[in-house]
């Protein structure tokens, strides 16, 4: 049941989280990502608790959604609950319910780092050092390019020259004689 509940925390986030990032920024979104999860682990292991790490992840994305989108009011159980709270009711409901919150506070700490080093420090003291790096700009690119028609878009009609070598042409015209 907590694996299902967490699919669902993780799809919902994700999807909120994507709306925030919009279609321009899908990168920086796979940055963060990519970030959260290996800072996740990361923490875990100094932790001496990396077993499974569902539960710090899903964490790391509902603390950020929550910084970058506080206002929104949700659900949980009937009980009304500020994005900007969703964390720490999330986290009281794991302890009341008898669970261990160590796991939840790696994911917040994993969360924390990301908001901290994308918004706080470059606001606060000028220093931009989680930036988007080039490589996923590129994938992001190629993933949004591969369901398109190739004859279509930027530079199509020079790779049809190219193709068939009679000026752009699908059929070249006989000569009538």
Same mark, same amino acid.
Not at 42 to 53: K, R, S, T
Not at 80 to 96: A, D, E, K, N, R
Not at 153 to 174: F, I, S, Y
């Given at each position: 049941?907590?694996?299902?509940?967490?699919?669902?925390?993780?799809?919902?986030?994700?999807?909120?989280?994507?709306?925030?990032?919009?279609?321009?920024?899908?990168?920086?979104?796979?940055?963060?990502?990519?970030?959260?999860?290996?800072?996740?682990?990361?923490?875990?292991?100094?932790?001496?608790?990396?077993?499974?790490?569902?539960?710090?992840?899903?964490?790391?994305?509902?603390?950020?959604?929550?910084?970058?989108?506080?206002?929104?009011?949700?659900?949980?159980?009937?009980?009304?609950?500020?994005?900007?709270?969703?964390?720490?009711?999330?986290?009281?409901?794991?302890?009341?319910?008898?669970?261990?919150?160590?796991?939840?506070?790696?994911?917040?700490?994993?969360?924390?780092?990301?908001?901290?080093?994308?918004?706080?420090?470059? @606001?606060?003291?000028?220093?931009?050092?989680?930036?988007?790096?080039?490589?996923?700009?590129?994938?992001?690119?190629?993933?949004?390019?591969?369901?398109?028609?190739?004859?279509?878009?930027?530079?199509?009609?020079?790779?049809?020259?190219?193709?068939?070598?009679?000026?752009?042409?699908? @059929?070249?015209?006989?000569?009538?004689?």
């Amino acid at each position: 049941m907590q694996f299902l509940f967490g699919m669902m925390m993780i799809y919902y986030s994700l999807s909120t989280i994507e709306e925030y990032f919009g279609e321009r920024r899908q990168a920086e979104f796979g940055t963060m990502l990519l970030f959260n999860a290996v800072v996740a682990m990361v923490y875990a292991y100094l932790a001496n608790d990396y077993m499974i790490m569902q539960n710090p992840y899903l964490f790391s994305i509902i603390y950020v959604w929550s910084k970058f989108v506080p206002d929104v009011q949700i659900s949980i159980w009937g009980f009304p609950v500020q994005s900007m709270y969703l964390p720490w009711v999330l986290m009281g409901f794991h302890l009341f319910t008898g669970g261990n919150p160590f796991n939840d506070l790696i994911g917040v700490a994993t969360g924390h780092t990301y908001v901290y080093l994308k918004t706080i420090l470059p @606001d606060s003291h000028g220093y931009d050092v989680l930036k988007t790096p080039g490589f996923m700009e590129t994938l992001v690119g190629k993933l949004n390019n591969m369901g398109q028609d190739p004859r279509r878009g930027p530079g199509a009609r020079a790779r049809m020259h190219n193709l068939n070598n009679n000026n752009g042409q699908a @059929d070249p015209q006989p000569n009538d004689q």
